[in-house]
């Protein structure tokens, strides 16, 4: 696994988690473009946002203005700050980058629930 994810659990309505994603220096500078996406249970794959190496952000609708895409680039590391989380905020997240060829992170659980 070449991007490593973590930071996933079990929160109530209403909280918060920050998901990192990590690699090496090699591959995070190869990265273009990194992207959070997720799967609910019986649902397909989808975009959740996306961060440029410009630190450009765009994001799916139902997240925008509750979900950060940020990186750190001497971390070698790029985060998903989810507030106000709900229960359809529920699926496996999965960091992903584009540059020379594609990365996928392993997935992390998010749970949310009472």
């Known amino acids: 696994v070449q991007l490593q994810a973590s930071g996933g659990g079990l929160v109530q309505p209403g909280g918060s988690l920050r998901l990192s994603c990590a690699a090496s220096?090699?591959?995070?500078?190869?990265?273009?473009?990194f992207a959070w996406f997720r799967q609910a249970p019986g649902k397909q794959r989808e975009l959740v946002g996306r961060?440029?190496?410009?630190?450009?952000?765009n994001y799916e609708d139902s997240v925008t203005d509750r979900f950060t895409i940020s990186r750190d680039n001497a971390k070698n590391t790029v985060y998903l700050q989810m507030n106000s989380l709900n229960t359809e905020d529920t699926a496996v997240y999965y960091c992903?980058?584009?540059?020379?060829?594609?990365?996928w992170g392993q997935g992390t659980q998010v749970t949310v629930s009472s």
């Open positions: 992903y980058g584009r540059g020379v060829r594609d990365y």
């Open positions: 220096e090699s591959i995070f500078s190869s990265i273009n473009t």
């Open positions: 961060i440029y190496r410009s630190g450009a952000t």
